[in-house]
Nanobody, 123 residues
Framework: QLQASGGGLVQAGGSLRLSCSAS????????IGWFRQAPGKEREGVSC????????YYAESVKGRFTISRDNAKNTVYLQMDSLKPEDTAVYYC??????????????????WGKGTLVTVSS
């Protein structure tokens, strides 16, 4: 089961680092995608990283501000979020699919989901 953590309240321009970890299983062979859902909006893909960490993808809205990475030794995937904006406010989720970011950003095609973590950016 996946678990996203690290959310919180931050002022615009600030930073947060989200973590996605798994209990009882390994993330080594999975691509991990980060998604977010703001109130009244559809869930959207934010970023994805392949199992080997070599291929990464970002939504246009976060390019240059967010960085995805993984530490397979710690069984954790990170999303470093810098220069946060109020429009980044959402519940952030991590999700898994086998090996590559093939289904990302189609959220309903992802294989496994974790509980989300709330990120609130104040202006």
């Amino acid at each position: 089961q996946l678990q996203a953590s690290g959310g919180g309240l931050v002022q615009a321009g600030g930073s947060l680092r989200l973590s996605c970890s798994a209990s009882g299983s390994t993330l080594d062979y999975h691509a991990i995608g980060w998604f977010r859902q703001a109130p009244g909006k559809e869930r959207e893909g934010v970023s994805c990283i392949g199992s080997g960490g070599g291929r990464v993808y970002y939504a246009e809205s976060v390019k240059g501000r967010f960085t995805i990475s993984r530490d397979n030794a710690k069984n954790t995937v990170y999303l470093q979020m810098d220069s946060l904006k109020p429009e980044d406010t959402a519940v952030y989720y991590c999700a898994a699919e086998p090996q590559r970011c093939n289904y990302y950003p189609i959220y309903y095609a992802m294989f496994y989901w974790g509980k989300g973590t709330l990120v609130t950016v104040s202006s």
